[in-house]
């Protein structure tokens, strides 16, 4: 089980990530995942929410603040393969 949650920062940069107009699909679902982590160490990040989170990473036209909710959401990954 995780033990990690989605902290204050994180969970605000992930809010804007959402909020904004010209956020892709993967950013979304990285950011969405990151949110539904805030104080809930039970929950994972899943399969395809981290594979979403992935892309953010490696893209370089994705904001600070969609890399640090795509950062959050891997780091709460499950480790089961």
């Not at 679902?29 to 539904?36: F, P, Q, R, V």
């Not at 104080?39 to 904001?63: E, F, H, L, W, Y």
Request: aromatic letters at 0%; a positive charge.
């Amino acid at each position: 089980m995780a033990t990690k949650t989605t902290g204050p920062r994180a969970a605000s940069r992930a809010s804007s990530t959402l909020n904004s107009a010209s956020t892709g699909r993967a950013s979304r679902t990285a950011a969405g995942s990151a949110l539904s982590q805030v104080g809930t160490p039970a929950k994972t990040t899943g399969a395809n929410a981290a594979s979403a989170a992935s892309q953010v990473m490696r893209d370089g036209r994705t904001s600070a603040a969609a890399k640090s909710a795509a950062a959050s959401a891997l780091a709460q990954r499950s480790r089961r393969r």
